[in-house]
């Protein structure tokens, strides 16, 4: 196991900085409620709808039918929250012009709705993708720095995982899974120059969307499941999702990057209750800090209540999640830094799932 | 299975380092111009320029860290670029004509040791670096070329938004040796209440070759990027060319030639002993250090702008001149 691990740690280090795009947002394509409230790590512990779009491995450990025929995420940043406790609104209300934007310097507003109903039986899972974003990043006033999002997603995704060593009668799990995706996008993140600035308008946005492109992507994963007793495992987990990256053709939108993940975890049930720990190891071929990468998490989950606190990117995430058979609501915040640098800038964001739900 | 993982643990622990910001390597420029943006955002200044200096006076400067440059120059030239450009949007009536020296003078306001002119003229500097990648420079217009950022006195060598930025770190060196030497009167429009001294060659000085050079520049930067923009600060700026734009290469002439457009008037003849003509301004006047350095001629034309700015007559019944004694 310890070979095992050093051989796929140089893979890695081989694979690092790869990607052909210079990421400050490491973005997601799915940000899952309960693997973002555990501070962004999933890898080797997800087992739940999330591994559809975060690990595929993780559908060899479903143990049930199940429908989420209603799953929405909303997120927004501190600064829009603040805005609206304030009184003051988006500022957005009056259309987007260059007033506007000088009433945005200096703050992160940002804004996302993930819709992502989902279906999943054992060894399979399927699930489509409607996620919508809009944010501003406006810093320097001296000689505006200002980003602007704006950016339309939609998909669809399949996983199959399968057990390997359950097959062969082991008390220990290895899992294997493999995705795919269809997704059509619209947009993405666009740095403004001060002469764009100037003259910037609602129709700018239409500029910044761009048209629509198609594009497909393949999810790999595995985990391995150690288990020490009937109370306690230890898993270890690999996923390289969006291989290559999911480019759209010719239109302008933002390509989905490729995201190489390890990680690792641990699960002891007690009763009723179920401690998670896990830590993550994540964008491993982006080109960036590399203190960026680390995502920490435990959860406490009991019957119909679950706690959840981590740190992603060093900054710190906490949840509460609550299961009542057919529906779950989950809250949480976490940071995620939007510069180069851990530390330089985090953008604090809150997030509210809620989820309608059939299983059986 | 721990010892696996500690193991683990230990190996990507010791292979990294933590980023640095000192601009070699892609992430470290990325950090370092993200972190001078950040200081600016806080009203650092100067952690601004500490951060990107040393970036800048590098081999790993490029055309980013030359905008960055001036943009934290720009941060100690109290250049509030949004609200600066709707102000000229909402004036229109004050470009036209010599209101528009009072004008600069309202928005930057300035005392002789606060370095905003000085931070102007800086910021110029670093934006005539940030040149069009490919383009071929003619060497005779260039200056600082034993540094790692050449500049080009030529306004089509350098890349737009160089050119975009020049307006305003250049309205902010005249605007504040307005305050400085017009000692313009809050109360009467900011019309001046002492002429500019620059009247003669021999009475031009750094500030008097950092003033000429920052109005010739600006008159370039507008003339090269007016058309990309729109609306409201397109006609400003389009105002603003119309008034000045062929009037200062006149002036420019006439201090050339020693001549004096207004016999009964206060306009000074530039006491210029090399009486050439030079139609346009000469390039070496767009630098404020070629400009002292060079022949009479660039200090002669720098005299002809300043006596058009303090007492030009009026041209086609405007009034050009900053209102005054």
Known sequence: ???????????????????????????????????????????????????????????????????????????VSSDVVNSFLNGGGTGLA?????????????????????????????????????????????????LPNVTVGYQTTTGIQAAYGVSVLKRRRSKHDLRVGVGAK????????????????????????????????????????????????????????????????????????????????????????????????????????????????????????LPILSLSAGLNQWNLAYGVGFDAWLFRITALSYAEEIDPLLSQDASRRWMLKIALKAGF | MLRAYALFFALFAASCSAPSLDGSTPLSKRAALEATSNAINFGDCFTALQVIEPIYESANTDNDTRLMMASAYGCHANINLIPLA???SENTDRLVGGDFWGLLAELFPSTSDDRVAESGALANDALMAATIPGWPLVPANLINTNTFNPGSLIKSDRITDANFYMIFTSMATIGALNNRYGTPDAASNYDQTVRLPWRTADDVDTDGCMYASAVLNLVDAI????????????????????????????????????????????????????????????????????????????RCAAAGIINFINDSPDVAGLQVAWPGP
């Open chain 1, 1 to 75: 196991m310890a070979r095992a691990l050093v051989a796929s740690f140089i893979l890695i280090q081989s694979l690092a900085s790869t990607s052909a795009f210079a990421e400050e947002e490491l973005r997601e394509l799915f940000r899952g409620a309960r693997a973002q409230a555990m501070g962004g790590a999933s890898v080797a512990v997800v087992n739940d709808e999330e591994a559809l779009f975060l690990n595929p491995a993780g559908i060899a450990g479903l143990t049930k039918y199940g429908v989420q025929y209603f799953a929405s995420d909303f997120e």
């Open chain 2, 223 to 298: 003339d090269q990027t007016s058309a990309q923009t729109t609306g409201a600060l397109q006609v400003a700026l389009e105002s603003i060319s119309a008034t000045f734009g062929t009037s200062i290469q006149s002036a420019c002439d006439i201090g050339c030639q020693n001549l004096d457009p207004d016999l009964v008037g206060e306009w000074q003849a530039s006491g210029c002993t090399v009486t050439t003509a030079c139609a346009l301004c000469p390039t070496a006047l767009r630098n404020r250090d070629t400009c002292m350095a060079a022949t009479d001629q660039t």
């Open chain 2, 86 to 88: 709707l102000s000229l």
């Open chain 1, 94 to 142: 009056g259309g987007l012009s260059s007033d506007t934007i000088s009433s945005f310097m200096g703050k992160d507003t940002y804004g996302r709705v993930q819709i992502t109903p989902t279906v999943l039986m054992t060894n399979f899972a399927f699930g489509v993708l409607l996620d919508g974003q809009a944010a501003v990043y406006a810093k320097n006033p001296a």
């Open chain 1, 182 to 301: 269809m997704l059509w996008r619209r947009g993405g993140y666009r740095k403004l120059s001060a002469l764009e600035l100037t003259s910037i308008s609602a129709d700018s946005l239409s500029s910044i969307a761009g048209g629509w492109g198609t594009g497909y992507g393949v999810d790999l994963g595995v985990q391995y499941v150690n288990t020490i007793n009937q109370k306690f495992k230890v898993n270890w987990g690999m996923a390289w999702a969006n291989i290559g990256d999911v480019t759209f053709g010719s239109s302008d939108a933002d390509p989905v990057a490729g995201n190489l993940s390890m990680g690792v975890g641990s699960t002891l049930e007690t009763g009723k209750a179920k401690i998670t720990l896990a830590y993550d190891y994540r964008h491993m071929t982006a080109d960036t800090d590399y203190r960026k990468r680390n995502h920490f998490g435990a959860e406490l989950a």
